[in-house]
């Protein structure tokens, strides 16, 4: 037995994977064998769903099939709508509504008693969790503001179907474009804490919602979902203030003020889905409110030229440009990381199917440090 203790796990391998790949040094990301940049330049979230289940990029049939079999199932029971409205009453956190609605989901499947060793039967409720996430997270949303829940449309494509269903209007080109982009970009992304918690439920063949809504457990602490978040409070802050975004950065970090959105657990190099998104910022600030963009520039600037963290292997991360867009595009703030969820099931699902294939139970081992020879006393006695 090994005795090496990793906290955290970490460098320790548990499980191979064709899903995705990072390098830490090079700032490079694959899905199946595509860059990462190539994916968000050139394809939809529907096609790297079907790419990340199915291991290949669909042809123009398969993905009118698939992209038709998404948009059928996106509505969600009368039940599933009335516990959204009455979580949003009562001030749920949006994390916790998804939670129990991914629960209540299984109620309404189909194949919700198939045997666990038919991996056909967990990808269609997969696709039925990816297809009704949306639906019941814009719902609770509606709810909150005093109105009615947006039907789902069934000729709009994932994510712009999502803001419509938020809005009640259909969002312009760059909007639904630059949402579908940031949902490729946070399809999947190695073991990390949701995506590994998801597999080790799997393990015990347990089925697909319990995965999932374990991932939505995990993905809900502060140290894994919710930095994204944390980025959008400080830009406030700065814009809030009366002062520049540089002399505000310069006396936040003079002061050891840790500022969110910079170091990774693998990244050493800025993340390269931070590029893309960077871009994307940029192009919004151009047909809107470039205030966003300019602060979060500032502060990359500085950190990166002025202070070096790079240097250290501290550098922009998804969250970083990921909050300042979703900001751009008016989504609601404490709704980033139930976003985060919607894109991320498609990984999680990915990686049960796959580990499922060749399943053996997850059971590490933890290294006892308690008391060995303690003598017992009756309880009268003690």
Do not use: C
């Not at 440090?369 to 009756?378: Q, R, Y």
């Amino acid at each position: 037995m090994a005795t090496d203790l990793r906290k955290g796990l970490e460098g320790v391998l548990v499980a191979e994977s064709e899903l995705s790949s990072i390098d830490g040094d090079e700032g490079r990301l694959i899905y199946r064998g595509y860059p990462i940049e190539e994916l968000a330049r050139e394809t939809s979230y529907e096609e790297v769903l079907y790419l990340l289940w199915h291991g290949e990029l669909p042809t123009e049939t398969e993905l009118a099939e698939f992209s038709e079999a998404i948009a059928t199932e996106r509505e969600v029971s009368e039940d599933v709508l009335a516990t959204m409205e009455r979580l949003a009453d009562t001030g749920e956190q949006p994390m916790a509504a998804l939670r129990t609605a991914v629960s209540m989901f299984s109620a309404h499947d189909p194949d919700a008693g198939a045997d666990p060793d038919d991996l056909e039967a967990t990808l269609r409720k997969g696709r039925r969790i990816t297809a009704k996430i949306p639906t019941a997270l814009a719902a609770f949303e509606r709810y909150r503001l005093g109105e009615a829940p947006v039907d789902p449309d069934p000729n709009l494509g994932l994510a712009p179907n999502f803001l419509y269903m938020l809005t009640g209007e259909r969002p312009d080109d760059v909007a639904a474009e630059t949402f579908d982009q940031a949902l490729i970009l946070h399809a999947d992304h190695g073991l990390n804490a949701s995506t590994f918690t998801s597999m080790v439920i799997g393990s015990t063949m347990a089925d697909i919602y319990s995965s999932v809504t374990g991932g939505i457990a995990a993905l809900s602490g502060p140290l894994h979902g919710g930095a994204n978040q944390d980025v959008v409070d400080v830009l406030i802050e700065i814009n809030e203030s009366d002062k520049d975004p540089l002399e505000w950065v310069e006396e936040a970090t003079d002061a050891g003020r840790r500022i969110p959105g910079f170091g990774h657990r693998v990244y050493n190099v800025k993340d390269p889905r931070a590029h893309i998104l960077h871009e994307r910022s940029k192009e919004l600030a151009e047909n809107g409110d470039d205030k966003w963009y300019d602060i979060t520039t500032t502060i990359e600037t500085y950190l990166t030229e002025e202070k070096n963290l790079v240097e250290d292997g501290i550098a922009p991360n998804v969250d970083f440009y990921s909050g300042s867009v979703y900001y751009q595009l008016g989504l609601p703030t404490d709704m980033y990381t139930p976003i985060f969820a919607m894109s991320r099931v498609g990984g999680w699902i990915a990686h049960v199917l796959e580990y499922q294939e060749d399943n053996r139970l997850i059971r590490p081992r933890g290294r006892y440090v308690g008391p060995e020879d303690e003598a017992f006393v009756p309880l009268g006695e003690r």
